[in-house]
């Protein structure tokens, strides 16, 4: 880094998080643990479990609780309800289980059945009443939460030609991003009579898009840019300026737009990207066992908004980087999973946005 405004921001590792037997593939924070408790986070990956991790008043972390026994593969991710209530968790072994913590225990109290194979992501709407999921099969289902802890499927997503690697709803409308081993990102909407289509295709030909897997998106806290991040090694930021409580049907509802592509930071797969919700810096992980952090250039340029790169965090962890995430309660606090089978937190310091 050169000098300015970036030189003074620093990741600091904080905590080290040792328990899973094998790599951890992602990471989910509780978006409400409850007044008075402190941040929560889950972690799942290649040993079948989903971990707990809690921060103690003294600030020592913890693992409070151990799912296992109930996915028979490794659980690729996982989800809390937007009440923090519930946990969802997708499997390889191509069921989602839903966890609810019950008196001082964590139940699993529904388990859905459907995709063919491996189950990659999960992902709840902003009112918690859908839940999404994805798949090797290179379909995307949306699940209706029902009473009594049932769950109906009410649309299965086809437009994929390949492996579906996540879906992620928009933060506030019930808008569902799919992204794949297709290279393409597609948007899904409800065309008000309960039928879900693709409303746009976002490829390399026709948008400037991945050229390669995308693997992650990420919606900042608006719901007006999202990032994508890809195995061919770079983060897009798009944007939208359409009223996005109005979504059209239709192939040519093209309402989301390139606005920026950020290149040369990574030498690796970029597997994961996620966008903070209060400070509005972007994190990446991927396979180069880097993190790197991206702010909005505050610059009056006429070609519009660009981001720069704030720091690169070198070695953050000795293996592939599979999942980033900011901690919604404390917004200069990040997590890393990796394939070494740990999970770090990190703490954002100094000057960031200039």
């Known amino acids: 880094m050169d000098g300015g405004a970036g030189a003074a921001a620093e990741l600091r590792e904080a905590h080290r998080l040792a328990g899973h037997a094998d790599r951890v593939w992602a990471l989910a924070w509780n978006p409400a643990p409850g007044s008075g408790a402190g941040p929560i986070l889950a972690s799942c990956g290649g040993d079948k479990t989903v971990r707990i991790w809690k921060r103690a008043p003294d600030g020592a972390w913890h693992c409070s609780d151990v799912l296992e026994d109930t996915h028979n593969r490794t659980v690729r991710s996982c989800a809390w309800s937007p009440d ?9 072994d191509a069921t989602t289980a839903v966890w609810e913590y019950n008196g001082g225990d964590f139940e699993c109290v529904a388990t859905l059945e459907g995709h063919e194979n491996e189950v990659k992501s999960v992902s709840w709407s902003p009112s918690g009443s859908l839940l999404a999921t994805c798949s090797r099969d290179k379909t995307a289902w949306i699940w209706e939460v029902q009473p009594g802890n049932e769950y109906e499927c009410v649309s299965v997503l086809q437009g994929h030609t390949q492996d579906v690697k996540m879906v992620q709803w928009h933060p ?97 797969t970029i597997f994961s990207a996620h966008w903070s919700s209060s400070e509005d810096i972007i994190a990446s992980g991927a396979g180069d066992d880097a993190i790197c952090l991206f702010a909005e250039e505050n610059s009056s340029m006429v070609e519009g908004p660009s981001y720069k790169l704030i720091l690169k965090k070198e070695k953050a962890h000795g293996m592939d980087i599979n999942c980033v995430r900011w901690c919604p309660q404390d917004p200069r ?12 937190l990190w703490e954002l310091r100094g000057s960031v946005l200039d």
Not at 84 to 92: C, H, I, P, V, Y
């Open 172 to 268: 506030h409308l019930d808008i569902l991003v799919s992204v794949s081993y297709d290279n393409s990102i597609r948007v899904w909407a409800d065309d008000g009579d309960d039928e879900w289509n693709c409303v746009q295709t976002l490829t390399e030909a026709n948008n400037c898009g991945h050229s390669s897997t995308v693997w992650s998106v990420s919606f900042n806290h608006k719901g007006d840019r999202m990032v994508t991040c890809s195995d061919d090694r770079t983060l897009k930021i798009w944007d939208t300026s359409a009223d996005l409580s109005q979504p059209k049907t239709g192939e040519g509802h093209e309402s989301w737009r390139h606005l920026s592509t950020l290149t040369g930071y990574h030498d690796r």
């Open 84 to 92: 923090g209530k519930l946990l969802a968790t997708a499997s390889f």
């Open 333 to 344: 606090l990040l997590a890393s999973a990796s394939d070494d089978g740990t999970v770090k």
